[in-house]
């Protein structure tokens, strides 16, 4: 299984992107797996973002309101749409598939970078 992230770049403060995630050589990213975003600013721990679970979405308390996910299960693609981008979310972003009972997936990370 790969995941493949991309997306990531430069945008001023209240700007917007789109992350997107891409997986191969896996069958289903739908229920009952789980799919989400970490990420990870310099110096700092690997934090939670947002999440899609068999059957709820989970957003961390510092991006909700603002970023949105999604998963395409037959573009097999993950998505997080972020919005009114503060210089805080600048980091390293990560996708991740968690199978049902099963393995966790990585992907290679995209950098996004928030100027003030």
């Known amino acids: 299984v790969q995941l493949q992230a991309s997306g990531g770049g430069l945008v001023q403060a209240g700007g917007s992107l789109t992350l997107s995630c891409a997986a191969s050589?896996?069958?289903?990213?739908?229920?009952?797996?789980?799919v989400g975003w970490y990420r990870q600013a310099p110096g700092k721990q690997r934090e939670m973002v947002a999440m899609?679970?068999?059957?709820?979405?989970n957003y961390a308390d510092y991006v909700k309101g603002r970023f949105t996910i999604s998963r395409d299960i037959r573009a097999k693609t993950i998505l997080l749409q972020m919005n009114s981008l503060e210089p805080e979310d600048t980091a390293v972003y990560y996708c991740?598939?968690?199978?049902?009972?099963?393995?966790?997936?990585w992907g290679q990370g995209t950098q996004v970078t928030v100027s003030s």
């Open positions: 991740y598939l968690n199978k049902w009972k099963g393995p966790v997936y």
């Open positions: 050589g896996t069958g289903n990213i739908g229920r009952p797996h789980t």
């Open positions: 899609i679970t068999a059957d709820d979405k």
